[in-house]
């Protein structure tokens, strides 16, 4: 095949696992990243990379055009919860308006497939679990409301126009690719298993655990951690679903099952054979007490098959990535 995918945001964690997932599957990769909290070492070799923000029309359009997208994959965005309550309107400009500029521009060029890096922070606090596709939607964070407004406005959109979309709604996403060609990088870490392994590698003095007072047995927070390089996967089963002629579809990426903070960081103190000071914090705001994905859509409808559901996995990976 030689048409290309255009990857938005393909310099980050997220994105440059799927990059490398479509180049290790033959797939003609461009990447499109402004490197605002991506890295250029992290987009695969076998992609062409170009530095520029996804809001930048004329750039946009030029990248699809030169280079033959057919298809493109959304990454870019700002994506830290916390940090959204405090800068609700820069969440707003990256992850609805320039991603609504970043449509547009894409619906206008005749892009057929979009594959569109949703959250299950759209969700807010599920009446149930696990939660399905088909639960309320009621985000509880700006994070949260400024993503579930451009799914809404790309399900719109492809109403109307000869597009058809896939969003993915993430879990926790953690872990590294197998061959550490890529991981997460960030500055200021803020996710658990980011924060675990970076205390068992000795990169900070320890760790705090945000409230151990939420209605779990633990009383700590459960999340579903799944790993990069499944999810990754999910992504290239949705690309080949659209390409077949697939209908648009909302998918929960996800394992269906969870772990609280605290089995989370004896996992990282196990796995690393590292220990490391635990101190104990008040809640963090926007956190539900648990979120666990129900995916029996993802693995009906594109055939997808977990083959990293083991969290000691997903923990090793990622403490390989932090120490090498
Ligand atoms: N968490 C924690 N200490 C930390 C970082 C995270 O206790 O230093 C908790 C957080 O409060 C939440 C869970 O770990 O309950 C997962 O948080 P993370 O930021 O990894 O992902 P989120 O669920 O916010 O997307």
Redesign the pocket.
């Known amino acids: 095949m030689t048409t290309a995918i255009l990857i938005a945001g393909g310099a980050g964690y997220i994105g440059s696992h799927v990059a490398l997932a479509l180049c290790d599957a033959g797939r003609k990769v461009v990447v499109l990243d402004d490197l605002s909290t991506g890295r250029r070492d992290l987009v695969p070799a076998a992609a062409t990379f170009i530095e520029g923000d996804i809001g930048d029309r004329d750039l946009v359009r030029r990248v699809l055009a030169e280079h033959g997208c057919t298809g493109l994959m959304m990454f870019a965005g700002s994506?830290?919860?916390?940090e959204s309550f405090q800068m609700p309107l820069p969440y707003w400009r990256n992850n609805a308006a320039a991603g609504l500029a970043f449509l547009e521009t894409c619906v206008a060029a005749g892009i057929r497939h979009f594959v569109y890096s949703s959250?299950?922070?759209v969700y807010g606090t599920p009446d149930r679990l696990p939660v399905a596709e088909e639960a309320t939607l009621r985000p509880i964070s700006p994070y949260g409301r400024s993503k579930l407004a451009l799914e809404w406005a790309l399900a719109d959109a492809c109403e109307v126009a000869p597009t058809r979309f896939a969003a993915l709604r993430y879990?926790?996403v953690?872990g590294a690719d197998a061959d550490l060609r890529s991981g997460q990088v960030s500055p200021v870490?803020?996710?658990?298993?980011?924060?675990?392994v970076e205390a068992a590698a000795g990169k900070r003095d320890g760790?705090?655990?945000?409230?151990d007072d939420?209605p779990t047995p633990d009383g700590?927070?459960?999340?579903d951690y799944i790993h990069v390089s499944d999810l990754a996967d999910a992504h290239v089963l949705a690309l080949a679903h659209l390409e077949a002629g697939g209908d648009s579809l909302i998918a929960n990426c996800g394992y269906g099952h969870g772990f609280s903070?605290r089995e989370?960081?004896e996992a990282v103190k196990r796995v690393s054979g590292r220990d490391f000071p635990v101190g104990l914090?008040p809640?963090?705001r926007?956190?539900?007490p648990a979120?666990v994905a129900d995916s029996a859509r993802l693995k009906r409808m594109l055939g997808w098959t977990p083959k990293r559901d083991d969290l000691d996995l997903i923990i090793r990976s990622a403490f390989e990535w932090e120490t090498k």
């Open positions: 994506i830290i919860v916390s959250t299950a922070a879990f926790n953690a870490a803020t996710h658990l298993i980011k924060i675990a760790m705090t655990v945000f409230g939420y700590t927070c459960i999340r903070v989370v960081i914090g809640r963090r926007g956190d539900p979120l």
